[in-house]
Every structure is written in C-alpha cells, then in structure tokens.
C-alpha cells in the first residue's frame, strides 16, 4: 500500500513472533521514547479543538495509550486524543461544559465494551479495499494539513496554532527558518536507517534538531508555545453532573456518535498494523480495550480517544512490534507532564513536524494513482470518494459514505445479472433456468423474463443456478405464481437450495411435503385451486 508497509510485509514472518532480546527491548523503549514527544503537540492541539484544558488532552493519551497498549488486539498500535473525536466533542464542551464530556466519555467506553463482548468488530471485514485506500489517503492528508498550523505565529490561529484558518502566518526569515528546519528533519530521518539502526529515525531527527536549536539559541516555535504541559497525576474525579434522564439525553448522542468513530477508526487502524506487523485478529478484543481505556479515562479527568494511525505508524517505522512500546510511550508522557515539562517545552516544533510530514509520505498510498487507472469505475470512484469526504468531514463518515456507495454499486451489479435460458421439454412444458441471485435488486428484472400470457400450460422454473435472498424475492416468486394461475396454468419450482427451503418455508410461502426430494407448494391456497407446485432437493 505503501512504501513503509511493503517493506514492512517483504519481513513480515520475522515480525510474527518477536523476541524480547536486550536489543529488542532498547528498540522498543525508544520507539516508545520517539511516539510521545510526538504524542505531546498533537494531544495538546486536540485539547484546544474541544475547547478544554491541555492537561485534558494529555491525560487521555496517557490513560488511553496505556490501557489499550497492555490489553489492545494488536500490539503496535498507539492510542492517545484524536482530532476524529475532538471536532465532535467542541460543541458539547460549548454547551454544558467539561464535566458532561467527561460523562460522555465514559458511556462512550461502556458502549465500545458492549460492541466489543458482542463481538461487532467482526463487521470491520466488511469494509472494501477501496474504502481503506480513500481512509488511508484521507488520513495523510488530514494529518498534513494538521500540521499547518505550526507555520502560524503562536497564539494567533484557531487553538493557539492548531487551527490553519484566521491565524497570522510565518513570513520571511522566521517561515525559511522553520521550512529549513523541517526538511534537516526529514533528511535526518531518511538518511538515519542507512547509516544504522540502533536508534529510530524520527527520534533522531528530533534529538538533533533540538540540540541544534537549543545549541545556538535559534528562535523558532517550541512546544512550550503552543502551551505549558506541566502538571500533576491524573486524579480521580466522578464526572459533576447530575444522574437524571435528561443528562442521559444530552450525552447519549454525543456517546453514540463517539463511540462509533472511536471504534472505527481504531479498527481500521488495527487492519492496517496487522497488514504491516503479520498479525490477524484481535477486532472484538480491540472494542473492548478502547471501552475500558475510554470509560477510565473519563474519571480521571480525560477527554478520551481512539487508534492514532499517525503515531501507529511512527512506532512500526520506528521498529515498536510489541505492546513494550505503547506502554512505553504512555509512561514517557506521564514524565514529561510530571517532572520533564521545562525540557520538553524546548523542543523545537519543525522537528515534530518534519517527523509528522514523514509519516504522511509514508501513509499516503502512492500507488493508488496507477490503480485509479486499472480498477472498475465504481471502485476508483468511491477512493476518491472517501479520501474527500475523509478531508471534509471526518473518518467514521467517510468509512460509512464508502461502504454504502460499494453495497450499492454491488448490488446494482448483481440486479443486472439475473436472466433466464429457456427450452420446451418432450412433454410440451417450459422451462425457464434462471441465472443470477434474486433480492430485492434484480426482483423486477426477474418478473420480466416470464411470459404468462403465451406460455404452455405447464411452466417449470428452474433455480440450480440461482438463489433466493431475501422477502422481496419471495414476494417476487408468488407474484409471478398469481400471474400464471390468473392465466389458468400450472407452475413448478426446482431445485431450490436448502437455505432457501427454509427461508421460503420461514414465510409461510411454502410447506414441505416429504424429506425425500420433498415438493413445496406456493401459498398453499394456489396449490389447491390450481395445482402450483414446486419440488426441489
């Protein structure tokens, strides 16, 4: 998919089963080491979109990323506050303030854990290859153009930075300075594999920056522009809202539509790790990792969050394979908010965003240009489809839009398959051998390929290469029987399969009559008044 995960799959058996070696262990750690200084902006401007306080950002990557580290279905991921969750969250914080999203927050966990136990993660399957190439295009260019706001002068854009709107931008030896700065960035990180790998390339492109500004005393924004990460532990704090029917109408939507998102996005996340790592599995246990994460981080003062594909991919391109790493980075964001703040404030932010633009390359499927050219219409339609509504809207819609639009396109396509070979039997009855599926798509185009009218008396439909679906292809069958028996003659149906046999006798439609190439009678009152028959096996 791209340059990262097919270099990631050409090794993926040694991924499978990895070894906690002393070397091993120092990779993971500085994985770990390397997600949260990038962790730290990122929760920080996410706090500021919500409209709550920084610490509540930090507190839910920290509480999230742990939890879901040491319990998660796929190790390797990361999970921290998303912008996904906290464009949702603005208005809610705007109306009734932070302790009802701290509530929601927590149904929103309780809800993830009852998808999780009810096993629905499973249904993540059923998202189309081209709904994950729009997902993962959209999202690099998402995280592109979070980036923007970096350029801004601090303070001065929509959430002290973060936002790329109504901000007063970098101009002049300041923008050439930061744009200089990012590409060295990106340099480092390129070049650094090809020179060793005993440390990742991201942290070495942030470690050598900041050495350089700090080093020379180069005035360019730092973390501690956008704001102080100081604090204190995480306390523990029941949500202050009262426990009525009307607070559960207010938070319930905003939990309903947070959940979904959250898993969502985490799931489609765990689909692309486990295309990198080699591992399978783990949707339902994911749910109810995110539930957990999600419903603790609420009473302790977090907003809550979701899989995180950027930094996800920062700890795979970092060599993380284990869950060392996500507990790792959880741990290394308590010590910067608790006892590292003043150096961390110091980082410069055009390495963080020369590792963030990093990540963008190696997310964004390059190679979907060329498959734009080779795939059906309809696919190349819904990649540029969910990438753009990725863009305007957020993931969990444009995962929904793209689903929607391929079960629609796949339906159209099977609504046109359906037809009929026809042939005159020795004893003068017609047959009609459909082809195709019949559902409520192709239930027209079935009623049409029947002639009642001039038909022999004795008509056979033939379904061996066909199937019954659903109620509307029932009620397509009975109504091409009232045809026939309207026109005073007889109709048979063969050779239905056995799922169908149970659907069709599900309804009322039809009865067996014998468990020996039993025959089925086409609402009963037509077998007796015409002798509508219909055997099968």
């Given amino acids: ?26 990779t993971e750690l500085l994985s770990g080491l390397t997600v949260a200084l990038a962790l730290v902006p990122e929760a920080v401007a996410f706090a500021f979109v919500a409209g709550v306080h920084p610490l509540v950002g930090l507190y839910a ?33 705007a109306t009734h303030g932070v302790e009802y999203l701290f509530a929601t927050v927590v149904l929103m966990g309780l809800i993830q854990i009852i998808a999780g136990v009810m096993k629905w993660g499973k249904f993540i399957r059923l998202v189309p290859h081209p709904v994950m190439l729009g997902f993962v295009n959209g999202l690099a260019i998402v995280i592109f153009l979070a980036q923007m706001g970096q350029f801004q002068v601090p303070g001065s854009g929509e959430a002290a930075g973060h936002g790329i709107a109504g901000g007063q931008w970098l101009s002049g030896a300041p923008l050439a300075m930061m744009l200089g700065l990012v590409a060295l960035t990106m340099a480092i990180i390129w070049v650094t594999p090809k020179i060793t790998s005993a440390i990742p390339a991201p942290l070495a492109g942030i470690a050598v920056i900041a050495a350089i500004v700090i080093g020379f005393g180069i005035d360019v924004p730092r973390v501690g522009d956008l704001a102080s990460i100081e604090g204190g532990l995480p306390q523990f704090h029941i949500p202050a809202v009262p426990l009525t029917l009307e607070t559960l109408k207010i938070i319930l ?65 970092s060599g993380g394979r284990t869950r060392i790493a996500g507990i790792a980075a959880a741990v290394f964001l308590l010590l910067f908010i608790v006892v590292a703040s003043p150096a961390i404030e110091q980082i410069p932010l055009a390495a963080l965003v020369g590792v963030m633009f990093m990540v963008v390359i190696g997310t964004f499927a390059w ?41 629609l396109a796949y339906a159209w396509n099977n609504a046109k398959r359906i037809y009929a070979k026809t042939y005159q039997t020795p004893e003068g009855a017609k047959v009609y051998q ?53 026109a005073g003659k007889t109709i048979q149906l063969r050779h239905l399969s056995r799922d169908c046999h149970q659907l069709l006798t599900k309804s009322g439609q039809l009865v067996v009559d014998s468990d020996d190439d039993p025959d089925y009678e086409i609402a009963v009152d037509y077998s007796v008044r015409t002798g509508v028959l219909a055997g099968g096996h």
């Fill in 1 to 26: 998919m791209t340059r990262v995960l097919m270099a990631a799959l050409a090794n993926r058996s040694s991924f499978a089963d990895v070894s906690l070696t002393p070397s091993r262990i120092k």
């Fill in 61 to 93: 990557a920290f509480i999230v990323g742990l939890i879901t580290a040491v319990i998660g279905g796929r190790p390797g991921m990361i999970s921290g506050a998303t912008g996904a969750l906290a464009v949702v969250m603005v208005s809610l914080v």
């Fill in 253 to 317: 939507p905003y939990s309903l539509i947070l959940a979904a998102i959250g898993l969502i996005e985490s799931l489609l996340t765990l689909n692309l790790v486990g295309e990198i790592t080699g591992r399978k599995g783990g949707a339902s246990q994911e749910c109810v990792a995110q539930g957990v994460a999600n419903t603790v981080t609420g009473v302790f003062g977090g907003m809550g969050g979701c899989a995180m594909i950027g930094q996800s991919m920062i700890n795979v391109k």
């Fill in 367 to 407: 190679n979907s240009f060329n498959i734009l050219r080779k795939v059906p219409l309809t696919d190349a339609f819904v990649i540029v489809l969910v990438t753009v509504v990725t863009v305007l809207t957020d993931l969990a819609t444009a995962v929904v839009v793209g689903v929607i639009v391929s079960a």
């Fill in 434 to 486: 459909v082809q195709g599926p019949l559902f409520f798509g192709s239930a027209s185009g079935f009623a049409e390929l029947f002639d009642p009218e001039n038909d022999p008396g004795t008509v056979i439909i033939d379904f061996a290469d066909s199937r019954v679906v659903d109620q509307s292809a029932l009620t397509a069958i009975e109504a091409v029987a009232e045809k026939y028996q309207n």
